[in-house]
C-alpha cells in the first residue's frame, strides 16, 4: 500500500523522484554555449623568434661544454676546465675581457640533457655581463 501523508485534510502521494529536466536543461544550454565558443579561442600557437645561422664562427671562442651527466667544462685557449654553474660566469667574463671584440662564448650540451640545465648556464654568462653567447647546434642535413 503505497504512502499516504495528509494536510489539509486530503490525502497525497509522497514523491520520492528528483525532477531531471531542469538538470538536463541546463546541461544542454552548457553544451550550446561551449560549442558555440570553442571555435573562436585562439589556438595555442607560439611565435618562436628566428634566429639566423653565421656564416664563419668567430675567430676566438670559448666553448661551455654540458655533459649529460650534469658537468661543466669551459675549452678557452686550448685549456679545458671542469667548473661548477656559480663559476661558469665569472670564469667566462674573465676569458673575454681579455679578448678582442668578435670573440664569444658557445655553448654546446648533450641533447638528452634538460633544457633548464642549458637555460641556467645561459643566465649565469648573462648575469656576469658576456656579451656575446651562441648556441652549437648539430646540422640535421
Same mark, same amino acid.
Given at each position: 500500500?503505497?504512502?499516504?501523508?495528509?494536510?489539509?485534510?486530503?490525502n497525497?502521494?509522497?514523491?520520492?523522484?528528483?525532477?531531471?529536466?531542469?538538470f538536463?536543461?541546463v546541461?544542454l544550454?552548457?553544451?550550446?554555449?561551449?560549442?558555440?565558443?570553442?571555435?573562436m579561442?585562439?589556438?595555442?600557437?607560439?611565435?618562436?623568434? =628566428? $634566429?639566423? #645561422?653565421?656564416?664563419?664562427?668567430?675567430?676566438?671562442? !670559448?666553448?661551455?661544454?654540458?655533459? @649529460?651527466?650534469?658537468?661543466? &667544462?669551459?675549452?678557452?685557449?686550448?685549456?679545458?676546465?671542469?667548473?661548477?654553474?656559480?663559476?661558469?660566469?665569472?670564469?667566462?667574463?674573465?676569458?673575454q675581457?681579455?679578448?678582442?671584440?668578435?670573440?664569444?662564448?658557445?655553448? =654546446? $650540451?648533450? #641533447?638528452?640533457?634538460?633544457?633548464?640545465?642549458?637555460? !641556467?648556464?645561459m643566465?649565469?654568462? @648573462?648575469?656576469?655581463?658576456? &656579451?656575446?653567447?651562441?648556441?652549437?647546434?648539430?646540422?640535421?642535413?
Amino acid at each position: 500500500m503505497p504512502a499516504l501523508s495528509s494536510r489539509g485534510g486530503r490525502n497525497r502521494r509522497t514523491v520520492n523522484e528528483i525532477n531531471m529536466v531542469p538538470f538536463i536543461d541546463v546541461m544542454l544550454v552548457l553544451l550550446i554555449i561551449f560549442m558555440v565558443t570553442a571555435p573562436m579561442l585562439t589556438p595555442g600557437a607560439i611565435n618562436v623568434p =628566428s $634566429a639566423g #645561422k653565421a656564416s664563419r664562427t668567430p675567430p676566438k671562442r !670559448a666553448d661551455v661544454l654540458l655533459a @649529460q651527466d650534469g658537468s661543466i &667544462k669551459l675549452r678557452m685557449d686550448g685549456n679545458e676546465r671542469t667548473l661548477s654553474l656559480k663559476e661558469l660566469g665569472p670564469a667566462a667574463r674573465q676569458w673575454q675581457d681579455g679578448q678582442s671584440e668578435d670573440s664569444a662564448v658557445l655553448i =654546446s $650540451a648533450d #641533447k638528452k640533457l634538460p633544457f633548464e640545465t642549458v637555460m !641556467a648556464a645561459m643566465s649565469q654568462l @648573462q648575469t656576469a655581463g658576456v &656579451k656575446r653567447v651562441a648556441f652549437g647546434v648539430k646540422s640535421s642535413q
